[in-house]
């Protein structure tokens, strides 16, 4: 069993930075033929939405909403996924969670464009953490 687990969730006023991190710690990017991580948010009442994902290789991927502000990096030594949120907006205010797919190649485009597929697409999922955007 993979837990994820995300911390680094907080309120900020628009324009400041916040830093998301996901501990995976029976996961090791050195034991499957392929990863895919990301970073998925959500609304309430709203579907999902992914913003930042980054595959074995480090090939990362952003949504549009996202792109140029957020970046999205790991530490395959500490088995530590992150997110660096600048320029924050009001309209990034939700619940953030950590996703993860292994023994699959590549993260597609469609993880950061399809709402609809996050949840058959990511097998494994933390708890979410909250970021609050005030303007």
């Known amino acids: 069993q993979v837990q994820l687990e995300e911390s680094g969730g907080g309120s900020v006023q628009s324009g400041g930075s916040l830093r998301l991190s996901c501990i995976i710690p029976?996961?090791?990017?050195?034991?499957?033929?392929?990863?895919?991580t990301g970073w998925v948010r959500q609304v309430p009442g709203k579907e999902r939405e992914g913003v930042a994902a980054?595959?074995?290789?480090?090939?990362?991927r952003y949504a549009e909403s996202v792109a140029g502000r957020f970046s999205v990096s790991r530490d395959n030594a500490a088995n530590t996924l992150y997110l660096h949120m600048n320029s924050l907006k009001p309209e990034d205010t939700a619940i953030y969670y950590c996703?993860?797919?292994?023994?699959?190649?590549?993260?597609?485009?469609?993880?950061?464009?399809?709402?609809?597929?996050?949840?058959?697409?990511?097998?494994?999922w933390g708890q979410g953490t909250q970021v609050t955007v005030s303007s």
């Open positions: 980054i595959d074995s290789n480090g090939h990362a």
């Open positions: 029976t996961f090791s990017y050195r034991t499957y033929s392929g990863t895919c």
């Open positions: 996703a993860a797919a292994i023994e699959i190649q590549g993260c597609p485009e469609a993880v950061v464009s399809r709402g609809d597929v996050l949840s058959s697409w990511y097998k494994y």
